[in-house]
């Protein structure tokens, strides 16, 4: 594991779960690793990497893809070269999970459905697919009903609603077994149902 990601919880030699956190744009690994006291992982390895310059990429997630690059396909490798290092540790990918707010919840959403296989469950706490729209080209694999929570604030300035809506299908379309909340007016935030659903229908299921 490179120097700029940061681990907690159970180390990742002991643990048979992994979650992977991803932070949004000008904050940082520390600061998504604080959302974990609130969610039931005790017996997970955490695992946060840290953007470069505090950001995943440039620009909106809603430009053409390529004005976001070189950052996007740097960043999508940064969580592939997570996601080995974690399965280095003997965790199954059917233990694996992902869990990203604003950018980073875009960012989790984008890796897993271009790499759709049966995760442990996937949270985008204000996230959708990344690009000017949705292309299905660009998403493979299968997610086995693999549990996906999306919530969002409509309206939210960075995330349309409607983007979410198009994810949202897309994943479904993978097979992924998606629950969507969209909430009234509570801003670019984390909101407490949220964690409780994300803990609910995510990281307790046995």
């Known amino acids: 594991m490179n120097l700029d990601t940061i681990t907690a919880g ?3 030699n002991e643990a048979k779960k992994a979650l992977i956190m991803l932070h949004g744009r000008g904050a ?4 998504i690793l604080s959302i974990a006291k609130y969610l039931d ?6 695992v946060a990497p840290q953007a470069e ?3 995943w990429y440039p620009y909106s997630f809603l430009v053409p893809i390529n004005e976001n690059e070189p950052s996007f396909s740097k960043s999508l490798e940064a969580v592939h070269q ?8 003997g965790i199954e990918k059917e233990n694996i999970y992902f869990l990203g707010f ?6 989790a959403l984008e890796f897993t459905a271009r790499n759709a296989a049966k995760y442990g469950g996937v949270v985008a706490f204000t996230g959708g697919l990344i690009g000017d729209k949705v292309y299905e080209e660009h998403y493979h694999g299968n997610f086995e009903n693999t549990p996906v929570f999306i919530g969002t604030s409509d309206p939210d300035f960075h995330v349309p ?16 077994n998606v629950t969507k909340k969209i909430y009234d007016n509570i801003g670019h ?18």
Not at 28 to 31: C, E, S
Request: aromatic share 4%; glycine share 4%.
């Open 28 to 31: 940082g690994a520390h600061d």
């Open 189 to 206: 935030t984390i909101s407490h149902d949220e964690i409780d659903l994300a803990n609910e229908l995510i990281f307790s299921k046995k």
């Open 82 to 89: 997570v996601l080995i290092a974690v399965q280095q540790n």
């Open 102 to 107: 604003s950018q980073g919840a875009c960012l």
């Open 161 to 176: 609603v409607e983007r979410v809506n198009e994810s949202e299908a897309l994943l479904k379309k993978l097979g992924a």
């Open 53 to 55: 310059n505090r950001t």
């Open 41 to 46: 992982v005790a017996d997970f390895a955490l």
């Open 10 to 12: 159970v180390p990742l």
